[in-house]
């Protein structure tokens, strides 16, 4: 806070001790209780109960919503007819209220059955999005052709945007709450930006190894730092296919480790197009899925990032494991690092196959029996599917069409009812209506806070879906 | 107006009560906080002390302060309030402790009157699916099942919940309480306690019928005291209507109704019962069913005394069966649309009968030629108001209650009903209806292929 009026003297205060502030000429009256949860009453000197009110050269207007915040717990749905989302979480900042309003700010818990498409955020100029990245707490980075625009995680309103180096970022994930790392389709190398500046580039190189000059990035882990660990990854592939994952230090920006090396000269070693890091298992997961003349193949490996050692890997079609589903190979994978599981759609059937991450092995997969026929009637061979896990729940995107399945709710966990029990409990429900689908092809899907991040194929800007607080009922 | 001003003045000094919110001062009378219930917290503060420095202080918006205190004064809410959300005023008020009070001016039961509704929001669903099923409670709540969820409003229609239950569709449900709901479906055995808020099911009863095969739901009801849910075996070949304890542990209390058809053997009396109302002021649950077949549409509707397991009256439709069947308490009349005339009968349970026939308020000559032309309608009763639903238009019936010296030809029997189309013209040929639900001073009505719920509600200003 600038304007301090003294150092904090008095810690002894007893919770129900009345405070008067006067903010921009208006008396406000509270207690220690309720602004203990602020920076702002150790800012404040508070001795007698007849001091005269401590003065703050402030709009009181705006106080008085945030008064209440802290009083309730809860941001009053009046305040932002007043001032936007925005306004209150800088005011608040000013006032040094810190953990409690930034929860009360963002939306209710995500919920896939109750969501809907809330708002589209477009960067000002080129909005077509390349990639985005929503796993930072802090912010949400857009790529749209060369530039990073940088957009608050809470209230969504845009804060800057950078023009970088390269002529396009075909993927970008925050590794740092400062750097943000980049890569393209058209010039190698993994670059470092903070919010103004190029910090450093990194590139991949042997020099035993001729084959290996000029690769490019094709996938960079949602940050391998989640749980606060000190590395991430990234995938870098070749001119002539060759391609491994790079484990790199977040503080050194240089290499520790490469690992998975491939020569790329089939579908199965192809370069790698997902990273996410399981925190729980250590487990570096990369899938990769092509589509050519012959129809969809894929694969998905399992890394221990320490030793480098590949710990399973599956590949469709063939491979040493064996499909009992010959045919029906993989449209999308994902993994789910906190339910612990591999989700997957098959390209031909449009079934959703999942894979506890515990008990892999050579035929791990248990496809999930949909009891609502009408929905799998809308699926049709070759389309788009894009499989994205987030909050105990698999989103789907087919073309342009959202659903999740999602578990129900229990009254008490039937212990050792095996797998095929747990996921009987799943559902599939569509989150959109037919005219959201109807927006174009969905390319990524992405969770983060408590919203569901979209983008489309040559649509501009990304969806944001929340779970809504208010019921959105409209007056006729 | 004087008069009340001066009584109010003539009151001792000590009754003043002055209260300190937020840094502001509010002066008012022990009399008016008690308005506010005797266990709300503006009640319980005192008036003992007077001295300006120990004014009882609560740390909370002056502003919002204000707005219950000329509510408390007035009973009206000042125009002032709508500088805030219903959703503020009501987390507000219950921190006073005056939501109830909140409840009985916004959403009040008493305040319904069919003459004043008028289609003025639409509640929206998230997902794909339309509605299959609707269910109120006295003060407005309303539990909505679409595909297999259930997404619950609350009395001031802000969306409380949606959880995701066994169903792939819900075909009945009926609210137990505020958080618990009864859901039931003709493709899935069982009927089960749901808890709205938490999204588990609390029960899960089962009708064991001699095949011992599946019971699938046919339908809910009510009263305060039982929960009644038709069951129809799996294979088609029993039913019976099973009555639940609904202030215990859902017991089953009582088995009525029991049907099992063996062969060809078939009778219009074994057909199970598709809509079950309490007539509360005849204690009788009335149950209802009808069947299509190659001679027509056939029905049953049986007046049953719950406690004996006894069907006290009984009338067999054959030739102008009804599509829907509804009793009025209040009015103590039965009513129905005849599924080939599309015409509205009523029947007079205040003298009834084996012999007791309907009698027609409408044009009795279509009674022979229509066809089919009241196929899907609808007929609910809400207090002593009819409502029937012809395709996508809604009619409401009232007793019109005439002076004996009137002698007109308006006359059937000695009741006399008439018909009001209500809404207005762009409201006409809308989709067709599917449920006419009512709670606290509203209307809700579904449509087919129509996501949004219509509230219906007398509209303000």
Same mark, same amino acid.
């Given at each position: 806070?600038?304007?301090?009026? $003294? ?14 502030? +006067? ?6 009256? %509270? ?122 995680? %809470? ?94 230090? /977040? $503080? ?15 579908? /199965? ?102 009891? +609502? ?59 959109? /209506? ?23 194929? +040559? ?14 009922? /409209?007056?006729? | ?46 008036? @003992? ?5 120990? *004014? ?39 921190? &006073? ?104 099911? #609390? ?58 058809? &063996? ?5 219009? @009396? ?10 509360? @002021? &005849? ?18 509707? #049986? ?26 308490? @209040? ?84 009741? *006399? ?14 989709? #067709? ?29």
């Amino acid at each position: 806070m600038e304007t301090k009026v $003294s150092a904090s003297s008095s810690p002894e205060l007893s919770p129900n001790h009345r405070i008067k502030l +006067n903010i921009g000429g208006k008396i406000f009256e %509270t207690t220690v209780s309720t602004l203990q949860s602020s920076a702002l009453l150790a800012s404040l000197s508070i001795s007698t109960p007849t001091q005269p009110p401590i003065f703050i050269d402030r709009n009181p207007d705006i106080f008085s919503p945030l008064l209440s915040l802290l009083r309730t717990h809860r941001l009053h749905s009046t305040a932002l007819r007043h001032f936007s989302l925005h306004q209150l979480v800088n005011e608040s900042q000013f006032y040094g209220l810190h953990s409690c309003p930034l929860s009360s700010f963002s939306p209710p818990p995500f919920s896939p059955f109750d969501a809907s498409f809330v708002t589209s955020i477009s960067p000002p100029s080129s909005a077509i999005v390349s990639d985005f990245s929503a796993s930072s707490t802090t912010s949400l980075l857009l790529a749209h052709s060369g530039k990073i625009s940088y957009y608050d995680a %809470t209230t969504l309103s845009h804060s800057s945007t950078l023009r970088t180096h390269l002529d396009g970022i075909s993927a970008i994930a925050a590794i740092t709450p400062n750097i943000s790392a980049v890569g393209s389709n058209s010039s190698a190398g993994l670059h470092f930006y903070t919010r103004a500046d190029h910090v450093g580039s990194l590139y991949w190189v042997d020099n035993s190894d001729t084959r290996v000059q000029k690769s490019r990035v094709t996938s960079i882990s949602d940050s391998v730092g989640n749980g606060g660990e000190s590395v991430f990854s990234a995938a870098f592939e070749c001119k002539h296919g060759e391609n491994a994952v790079l484990i790199v230090d /977040k $503080s050194t920006l240089k290499v520790v480790v490469e690992i998975g090396r491939q020569s790329g000269n089939s579908a /199965k070693s192809s370069a790698i197009r997902k990273l996410r890091w399981v925190p729980q298992l250590g487990l570096l997961v990369g899938s990769a899925v092509n589509c050519g003349a012959f129809g969809y193949s894929g694969y998905v490996r399992l890394w221990d990032p320490r030793s480098g050692e590949m710990i399973w890997e599956t590949n469709e079609p063939g491979g040493m494991v064996r499909n009992s589903r010959l045919g029906d190979t993989m449209g999308d994978i994902d993994v789910d690092p906190e339910g612990l599981y591999l989700a997957k759609v098959g390209s031909k059937t449009g079934d959703l196959g999942v894979a506890d991450l515990r008990k892999l092995g050579s035929d791990p997969w248990v496809y999930l029996k949909d009891p +609502n026929p009408g929905l799998s009637a809308n699926w049709k061979d070759g389309g788009s599917v894009v499989v994205h896990c987030f909050k105990g729940n698999v989103f789907v995107g087919r073309d342009g069409g959202l659903e999740a399945w999602s578990k129900m709710e229990e009254r008490e966990v039937v212990e050792g009812g095996g797998d095929e029990m747990k996921w009987s409990l799943y559902r599939r429900n569509y989150v959109d /209506k037919v005219e959201d689908s109807e927006r174009g092809i969905i390319r990524k899907i992405e969770g983060g806070g408590n919203r569901l991040f979209v983008s489309r194929e +040559n649509v501009e800007g990304i969806e944001v879906w929340e779970t809504s607080r208010l019921s959105g009922v /409209k007056a006729v | 107006m004087n008069s009340s001003f001066g009584s109010q003045k003539s009151e001792p000094e000590s009754n003043i009560v002055t209260l300190n919110v937020g840094g502001e001062l509010f002066q008012t009378t022990q009399k008016t906080l008690a308005l506010a219930g005797p266990n709300s917290f503006l009640s319980t503060i005192s008036s @003992s002390s007077n001295s300006i420095s120990d *004014v009882p202080f609560i740390d909370r918006d002056p502003e919002l302060f204000s707005v219950f205190l000329s509510f408390l004064r007035t009973g009206n809410f000042p125009s002032k309030s709508t500088n805030f959300d219903l959703e503020t005023l009501i987390s507000e008020s219950q921190f &006073y402790g005056v939501e109830p009070l909140l409840i009985d001016s916004l959403s009040n039961p008493s305040q319904f009157n069919p003459l004043n509704l008028e289609k003025s929001l639409l509640l929206p669903l998230n997902g794909r699916d339309t509605t299959s099923a609707i269910s109120t409670t006295t003060f407005g709540s309303v539990h909505v099942a679409h595909g297999s969820k259930i997404t619950s409003f609350d009395w001031s229609l802000t969306r409380k919940s949606t959880i995701l239950t066994q169903f792939v569709a819900i075909d009945s449900l009926l609210a137990v309480s505020p958080d618990v709901a009864a859901a039931g479906a003709t493709d899935f055995s069982g009927l089960q306690i749901i808890d709205l808020e938490k999204g588990y099911v #609390k029960e899960n009863l089962n009708w064991e019928n001699s095949t011992r095969s599946s019971s699938t739901v046919q339908a809910i009801g009510s009263s305060n005291e039982h929960l009644f849910t038709s069951f129809e075996s799996g294979r088609r070949n029993s039913n019976a209507i099973v009555v639940y304890d609904l202030l215990g542990d859902f017991r089953p209390v009582f088995e009525i109704s029991r049907n099992e058809m &063996y062969g060809a053997e078939f009778n219009s @009396s074994l057909i199970p019962a598709t809509k079950l109302s309490w007539v509360s @002021s &005849y204690n009788l649950l009335m149950a209802s069913g009808s069947h299509s077949g190659p001679t027509g549409v056939l029905g049953s509707i #049986k007046l049953w005394d719950v406690r004996s397991g006894n069907a006290v009256w009984e009338m067999k439709e054959e030739v102008d069966c009804f599509a829907d069947v509804a009793v009025s308490s @209040s009015l103590s009349c039965m009513f129905k649309v005849g599924i080939n005339s599309g015409e509205v009968f009523f029947l007079d349970l205040r003298n009834l009968s084996p012999e007791s026939e309907w009698v027609c308020l409408g044009n009795k000559t279509k009674l022979i030629n229509a066809k089919k032309e009241g196929l899907g309608c609808k007929v609910e009763c809400h207090g002593s108001n009819v409502f029937v639903s012809k395709g996508g238009d809604i009619e409401l019936w009232s007793e019109v209650l005439v002076n004996s010296s009137l002698n007109g030809e308006n006359r059937s029997g000695d009741r *006399v009903f008439k018909r009001s189309l209500m809404g207005r013209v762009e409201d006409m040929g809308s989709n #067709k209806v599917t449920n006419l639900r009512f709670g606290g001073n509203k209307m809700f009505v579904t449509r087919k292929d129509q996501q949004p719920i219509e509230v219906w509600q007398k509209n303000e200003g």
